[in-house]
């Protein structure tokens, strides 16, 4: 998941933010081999200092969702990536 908080913050090759830090991390049920698996991410958190970023890691069921984990990240972000994103 972390890895994925990373790829949705970071597109710009030059965009220099600090490795996140996992806030929160709920681990609700087990996964399996041949599960299909899907993530999903959202800006909970947006300011000049920090971007808080969620993660949710799911299985469809038919209409349903059926949610595995889901984990907070904070990211210390710079004057650098505050220009980027504006």
Same mark, same amino acid.
């Given at each position: ?14 965009? @220099? ?8 991390? +709920?681990?609700?049920? +087990? ?15 947006? @300011?000049? @200092? ?12 038919? +209409? ?5 984990? +889901? ?6 972000? @710079? ?8």
């Amino acid at each position: 998941m972390e890895a994925f908080a990373i790829d949705i913050v970071i597109s710009n090759q030059e965009l @220099n933010i600090p490795n996140p830090r996992l806030s929160k991390l +709920n681990i609700l049920k +087990n996964a399996y081999l041949n599960d299909v698996l899907k993530v999903k991410s959202r800006i909970k958190k947006f @300011n000049t @200092n920090e971007l808080l970023l969620s993660i949710e890691v799911y299985k469809e069921l038919g +209409n349903k969702k059926d949610i595995i984990c +889901n984990a907070l990240f904070c990211f210390d972000l @710079n004057e650098k990536a505050i220009d980027f994103a504006s």
